[in-house]
């Protein structure tokens, strides 16, 4: 279990779909996840965190704490329908 990255100010519904992204990070990482299904997860992480900066600093806070990259899943599914981190 970790200290996720969480802003005080989202709602509920965008804490619900940042940790769709954080799960679907750890999904890749641990045995794989669709494309499509993670793109879906990150879309709607777009729309609560939609600053490049804010998403670094989520990105490198839930690096630190997880040891997985938001940014290098999203770039591995530029390249592939399925993405596999391990």
């Not at 999904?27 to 669709?34: D, L, P």
């Not at 990150?42 to 609560?48: E, F, H």
């Amino acid at each position: 279990m970790y200290d996720y990255p969480l802003d005080p100010y989202w709602s509920t519904e965008d804490i619900i779909d940042v940790m769709a992204l954080y799960n679907a990070v750890e999904q890749a990482y641990e045995e794989g996840i669709s494309k499509e299904e993670f793109m879906n997860c990150y879309r709607k992480y777009l729309q609560v965190v939609d600053s490049k900066s804010e998403q670094k600093k989520i990105d490198t806070a839930f690096e630190k704490v997880s040891h997985y990259s938001i940014y290098r899943v999203f770039q591995k599914a530029k390249e592939n329908d399925w993405i596999d981190m391990r």
